[in-house]
């Protein structure tokens, strides 16, 4: 398919993008709307299977965070201090970046 700026883009990459973006404005909505963040099971593992591959959950283990934690702070919702941001780089997990 074509996205609207005329990529060529897989329909499985670009409803990929879709599940990403649903799911981490809804953390935004979330804090707009001072209520607890969340977002479904299924969608928290697509973006982070994305971000971390397959072996995310023994990422996620190492880094001692959970889910939601890794996705506010992998997506700059939450601060990453200097120390976990070592961690991250040693583990080899990239930040998201949609710009």
Do not use: C, Y
């Not at 099971?41 to 939601?68: F, I, M, Y």
């Not at 702070?73 to 200097?82: E, M, Y």
């Amino acid at each position: 398919m074509r996205t609207r700026h005329g990529d060529p883009m897989l329909l499985s990459e670009f409803l990929l993008t879709r599940v990403v973006e649903v799911a981490v404005h809804g953390l935004d909505l979330a804090d707009a709307l001072r209520r607890e963040p969340w977002t479904t099971p299924r969608a928290a593992d697509v973006v982070q299977d994305l971000l971390l591959g397959q072996n995310s959950a023994a990422a996620l283990e190492k880094l001692g965070w959970s889910r939601l934690h890794f996705l506010r702070k992998a997506t700059g919702r939450d601060p990453i201090t200097r120390e976990e941001a070592a961690e991250v780089d040693r583990l080899g997990i990239r930040r998201l970046t949609l710009g």
